[in-house]
């Protein structure tokens, strides 16, 4: 069992989130028009900065606290990512993670929650 977490970025044009309609988006891996592409390489650098840096997702000794899979069809619109967060480091990854995303223009979906974080 994880702690369960979506990103994505929400389309500038989209006059909400529209939250339910995206998850249903994404549970069929198909982009939304209220999404948006970002750049997904330079967020995972920047989280795996923040959480160890490289030696620590490098080596296969040092554990990292969470999993994470980068959605990126060729030719979709939009792109997004999951993430999978052992319990026992939801408290110091969740708040951290989702800052971050926010720095970077992108709302994050709690599953557990069903709260949607970084919405304008």
Not at 18 to 43: C, W
Request: no cysteine.
């Amino acid at each position: 069992m994880s702690y369960d977490l979506t990103i994505w970025k929400r389309s500038a044009r989209a006059k909400s989130t529209m939250t339910q309609e995206v998850l249903a988006a994404i549970g069929e891996d198909a982009a939304h028009p209220a999404m948006a592409r970002f750049d997904a390489h330079g967020f995972i650098r920047d989280l795996r900065a923040k959480f160890g840096g490289e030696e620590r997702w490098s080596n296969e000794d040092l554990a990292p606290p969470f999993m994470f899979e980068v959605v990126d069809f060729t030719g979709t619109p939009a792109n997004w990512i999951s993430v999978n967060i052992g319990y026992g480091d939801v408290a110091a990854v969740l708040p951290e993670l989702v800052k971050l995303a926010t720095e970077h223009g992108l709302v994050v979906f709690d599953w557990q929650t069903e709260k949607l974080h970084g919405e304008r």
